[in-house]
């Protein structure tokens, strides 16, 4: 997996630390700027994409299907 593919894997996976933390959903607005800060991540990350990216992984992408983005960076050796 190369760098960039590597680095939205790794936000992907930390929007879904957010979502899971329950302490931090306590404080609603600390929480929500959180899973801004981390979506804004995806979304950089996402439009540094070059045109020949994986369709499929775009499709996920466009699509806030961030699971699933997720579970098939994984699967790709």
Known sequence: MNK???ALAEAL???L???RDE???RDEAKH????????E???RL????PPSADPRLKHFLD???YDKALEHLEAKP
């Open 23 to 25: 302490e931090s959903r």
């Open 63 to 65: 699509r806030k299907s």
């Open 4 to 6: 960039r593919l590597a």
């Open 41 to 43: 991540k995806i979304d």
């Open 32 to 39: 929500i700027a959180r899973l801004r800060v981390v979506s």
């Open 13 to 15: 996976r930390e929007r």
């Open 46 to 49: 996402q439009e540094s994409l």
């Open 17 to 19: 630390a957010v979502i």
